[in-house]
């Protein structure tokens, strides 16, 4: 009887998990002062032409910094006035970690704001946060420029700077990029949709995070295989240093009609020191690699001290194995389960788009958190049933051989990139299956204790 539940409550945990994977919550949130909506009927060049050489506009790219959300750099367009020697710095950037800044970003309603501050201000911070710091004068008509600058200081009123942040659609990267397209009348979006990156979204992520390995792993498990598809160099402007590195190479048609470079070359105004932090183009194989060999690693300490709670010679040694086991076990299911459970959250309850339709909810399941209560038993030195707990492995094995099987035969459906989460997660489960059972020197018709 008792079996007969453990199997239903299995079969349950498993089918919880199945509607998470092609939930699409239908979340619509007004977003008036989306780029979309700001740009829709600008036209920068509809205005007398000037003469007047007043006002020159920089594109400038700020390196990676230490926290987080600063990994991947930063951009900002600064408007310098010759007349008053003044340096204005439109930051899209901004954001206030008050006012229940955490539950917004949980629900995937995050706030952004534009700001205009002083840019020889913002520049001295940086130089103090020991940040590369790169400037580029971008080669528009001062016509041009006068709109462009009239359309910042709208976006920066009170009515108009706050936007929905979106981690590849709306930035502080690319709401520049829109605006540089509207500034040379669409070309900047047609040269950059004809030009295919050689990186996924989620590989450009990795080049900025997979000196962090455990980090990287985490931003992979917790997106989808959307950010899995083939994009352009403009879907790849979501990052600082690609948006400087597109301007440098993109050239307009200038009033005369002929070919403009619009960043003719770019100014170096400070530089960090080297070796200080990771650099933006690390290696995610290598990062990977290192994440199997701990998985790997740690399933092989799972079966010995699997084996010495069966063959140690002294009583005390067989405990100090199953606590041992017990505090690994129970620590790994833990942490994996609150993925599961964070995971099915994201996709059934927020608008975080990239983590829709995610196929590691089938690898780290809900059957997780039945092996955590599974594993505390051996952690308190008590003979738990590790025949259940090879059970609830075993199954989740045989789950993630189906979900390669069936990856290998509709990789049009199933095409997400995760085979890292595969390669961390899948060596544990085997660990703790019936499969290592060879390597224990114990067969299924000599255990008479199922509590072994």
Not at 130 to 154: A, G, K, T, Y
Not at 413 to 431: E, G, K, W
């Amino acid at each position: 009887m008792k079996k007969r539940v453990l199997i239903l409550t299995i079969l349950a945990s498993i089918l919880a998990s199945l509607p998470a994977i092609s939930v699409n919550p239908s979340f619509e949130i007004d977003n008036p002062n989306s780029s979309f909506h700001m740009l829709s009927g600008e036209d920068f060049w509809d205005t007398p032409a000037s003469d007047e050489g007043r006002y020159n506009l920089y594109l400038e790219t700020m390196g990676r910094d230490d926290p987080l959300y600063v990994w991947f750099g930063h951009t900002s367009l600064v408007v310098e006035d010759t007349v008053t020697e003044r340096e204005v710095m439109y930051d899209f950037g901004i954001v206030s970690f008050d006012d229940g800044f955490y539950t917004s970003f949980a629900l995937g309603r995050l706030w952004y704001l534009t700001w205009a501050t002083d840019a020889k201000m913002r520049l001295n911070l940086a130089v103090q946060e020991e940040r590369d710091v790169s400037r580029v004068q971008l080669n528009l008509p001062q016509e041009v420029i006068v709109e462009v600058l009239r359309h910042l200081n709208m976006v920066t009123d009170k009515e108009h700077n706050t936007y929905l942040y979106h981690y590849y659609d709306e930035n502080c990267s690319t709401r520049i990029r829109d605006i540089i397209d509207t500034a040379t009348k669409g070309e900047f979006k047609k040269w950059a949709q004809q030009i295919l990156s050689e990186y996924t979204l989620r590989e450009l992520v990795a080049k900025s995070s997979a000196g962090n390995p455990a980090m990287m792993w985490t931003l992979d498990f917790l997106q989808s295989g959307s950010i899995d598809k083939e994009i352009t160099l403009w879907e790849a402007m979501f990052l600082p240093r690609i948006l400087e590195e597109a301007v440098l190479d993109f050239s307009y048609t200038g009033s005369d009609g002929k070919p403009t470079k619009l960043g003719p070359e770019k100014e170096i105004l400070a530089v960090e020191p080297e070796g200080l932090r990771p650099d933006m183009n690390q290696d995610r194989g290598k990062a990977n690699t290192i994440l199997f060999v701990s998985s790997f690693f740690l399933s092989l300490l799972i079966i010995l001290l699997k084996r010495s709670r069966l063959h140690a010679l002294f009583p005390e040694a067989r405990t100090a194995a199953s606590v041992l086991f017990g505090l690994i076990s129970s620590a790994w299911t833990l942490l994996l389960s609150l993925f599961s459970v964070l995971i099915i959250f994201l996709m059934s309850a927020t608008t975080h788009d990239v983590a829709y339709f995610n196929e590691n909810v089938l690898i780290a399941s809900p059957l997780l958190i039945f092996m955590f209560f599974t594993s505390l038993p051996f952690l308190a030195g008590r003979k738990g049933n590790m025949e259940r707990l090879e059970f609830l492995n075993t199954v989740a094995v045989w789950i993630c051989i189906v979900h390669i099987v069936l990856k290998a035969v509709f990789p049009e459906y199933l095409y997400q990139n995760n085979i890292n989460i595969f390669a961390v997660i899948l060596p544990l489960y085997l660990a703790n299956s019936t499969f290592a059972r060879p390597l224990l020197k114990l067969r299924t018709r000599n255990i008479r204790d199922r509590t072994w």
